[in-house]
């Protein structure tokens, strides 16, 4: 090898160190501070929460952060639309509420509420971007049912009221040829004859949790 060659060999190889170095991670970033570049929606994050990330087409994900966790609403979208994907709201690092949204449509299918081990989800059928029907509606203490239950599926519509797993009452409604047929079982026994479907739909369960809705 020439005297020449074997300096631009060398040149390569002390250009080349860093890049060929074990690389260490260290802290995360901080998130970007709030910028003419990256202006926050008016009103979109509470009182002394910072502005992250941003929308479409530029970004797909925008939130809120005070003291390093998620705090206030945050918003997702569909990265080939722009779309809104998901909006949730977080209480200092814990998710309280959760709207999912399909493409195309304005109006969510799912919804879902935190607040500590108690948490309701709730699914609606939605067609020509209007909420036509709520198929499903179900709320848990922990991982046990807990309070009302809801949910149609093949026809029969059942509704149930549960204490931490244990069912307190059960119905049913099912349409055949035009006609209704209801039952009704409290505490594991037939109620007969069943009650209208509309007085069972008014029944209560005391064990139902309403979820704040955040602001």
Same mark, same amino acid.
């Given at each position: ?57 530029? *970004? ?10 998620? %705090? ?11 779309? +809104? ?17 399909? *493409? ?41 049912? %807990? ?8 026809? *029969? ?24 047929? +209801? ?7 037939? +109620? ?20 704040? +809705?955040?602001?």
């Amino acid at each position: 090898m020439t005297a020449a060659r074997l300096a631009v060999a060398i040149v390569a190889l002390v250009s080349l160190g860093p890049a060929c170095s074990k690389t260490r991670r260290g802290p995360s970033p901080s998130p970007a501070p709030t910028s003419a570049a990256n202006p926050p929606p008016d009103g979109f994050c509470p009182p002394g929460a910072q502005y992250v990330g941003g929308r479409p087409p530029a *970004k797909h994900h925008e939130w809120c952060v005070v003291d390093g966790v998620e %705090h206030g609403p945050a918003t997702r979208y569909w990265s080939d639309t722009g779309e +809104v994907l998901r909006r949730e709201w977080y209480d200092h690092g814990e998710l309280i509420r959760r709207l999912s949204y399909g *493409k195309r449509q304005s109006v969510p299918d799912a919804e879902e509420n935190y607040s500590g081990t108690r948490r309701r989800e709730r699914f609606w059928r939605v067609e020509a971007d209007a909420a036509i029907e709520l198929l499903s509606d179900k709320s848990y203490l922990g991982d046990k049912p %807990h309070g009302r239950w809801m949910e149609k599926a093949w026809g *029969k519509t059942s509704l149930d009221c549960y204490e931490q797993g244990i069912s307190h009452w059960h119905a049913s409604l099912m349409m055949l040829d035009g006609d209704a047929f +209801v039952r009704l079982e409290v505490n594991g026994n037939d +109620v007969r004859p069943p009650p209208p479907w509309a007085a069972v739909e008014e029944r209560e369960c005391p064990f139902q949790f309403e979820f704040p +809705v955040p602001r």
